[in-house]
């Protein structure tokens, strides 16, 4: 299984900068308003190889079932939801805010697999994916004749 780069990419990315101009921005931005209103955020996960599966775990505190979506197509396997804020700006006052919300995108390379056996559950803000391995087909050669 192979991890691919969220998406959207952040501007801030290594991929586009030097790694000294990446964290000059990166701290630029840390306490910018910027990071949590354009970019959204990009949530943590674990991959974890069991004997017959993979596992994804994702930390998505403050994210609701309801405003989850995962699918598969071909190799890929994509989640993708939203963090709501629930405070407006009319309401609150913030001396400080670091908790970003907005949409957010997860791509994974999975590989061939029947996606109907994909098992997913949520439970206090930890998604939980399990992926059953496919029997792999050994490499074989082809007699000339």
Same mark, same amino acid.
């Not at 959207?8 to 910018?32: A, C, K, R, T, V």
């Not at 994909?118 to 992926?131: K, P, Q, R, T």
């Given at each position: 299984m192979?991890?691919?780069?969220s998406?959207?990419e952040?501007?801030?990315?290594?991929g586009y900068f030097?790694q000294n101009?990446?964290?000059?921005?990166n701290?630029?931005f840390?306490?910018?308003?910027?990071?949590s209103q354009?970019?959204?955020?990009?949530p943590q #996960?674990?991959i974890i *190889?069991?004997e017959a599966s993979?596992?994804?775990r994702?930390?998505l505190p403050?994210?609701? &079932? !309801?405003?989850?979506k995962?699918s598969h197509?071909?190799d890929?396997?994509?989640?993708e939801?939203?963090?709501k804020?629930?405070?407006?700006?009319e309401q609150?006052?913030?001396?400080?805010?670091?908790?970003?919300?907005?949409?957010?995108?997860?791509?994974?390379n999975?590989g061939k697999l029947? #996606?109907?056996?994909? *098992?997913?559950s949520?439970?206090?803000g930890l998604?939980?994916?399990?992926?059953p391995k496919t &029997? !792999?087909?050994?490499?074989?050669?082809?007699?000339?004749?």
């Amino acid at each position: 299984m192979v991890l691919i780069k969220s998406k959207p990419e952040s501007i801030l990315s290594e991929g586009y900068f030097p790694q000294n101009i990446h964290s000059m921005l990166n701290s630029f931005f840390e306490d910018s308003k910027l990071k949590s209103q354009t970019f959204g955020f990009i949530p943590q #996960a674990d991959i974890i *190889e069991h004997e017959a599966s993979y596992e994804i775990r994702m930390s998505l505190p403050g994210v609701k &079932k !309801e405003d989850l979506k995962i699918s598969h197509e071909g190799d890929l396997l994509n989640v993708e939801g939203e963090r709501k804020s629930e405070f407006t700006k009319e309401q609150s006052k913030f001396v400080r805010k670091e908790i970003s919300y907005g949409k957010f995108s997860r791509t994974f390379n999975v590989g061939k697999l029947d #996606a109907s056996a994909i *098992e997913a559950s949520f439970d206090n803000g930890l998604l939980g994916i399990v992926i059953p391995k496919t &029997k !792999e087909t050994k490499p074989s050669t082809i007699e000339i004749k």
